[in-house]
């Protein structure tokens, strides 16, 4: 049996920093940061549950993010 695969490390980044920030901002913050993905959402998007290593995820209402989580 193979051995399982280690995941590539995040950036270690502190979610609430994003919040209140305008959506392109917090954008390029997140990718100045090191994350490969940002995912931006407006509230009450449908989405999947699956983990993804090196996404972060914004909440977005009026231009501003009002959630932030990775995965």
């Known amino acids: 049996m ?3 695969p280690t995941p590539p490390a995040q ?3 502190n979610t ?3 919040l209140g920030l305008a959506a392109q901002e917090a954008e390029d913050r ?4 090191g994350w ?3 995912r931006a959402l407006q509230p009450g998007t449908v989405i999947t549950m699956e983990y993804m290593v090196g996404r972060l995820n914004f909440e977005v209402d009026g ?3 009002i959630r932030c ?3």
Not at 30 to 33: G, S
């Open 69 to 71: 989580w990775h995965g």
């Open 30 to 33: 997140a990718r100045e940061r």
């Open 36 to 38: 490969t993905v940002v």
């Open 11 to 13: 950036p270690e980044d």
């Open 63 to 65: 231009g501003k993010v």
């Open 2 to 4: 193979a051995p399982l």
């Open 16 to 18: 609430e920093s994003y």
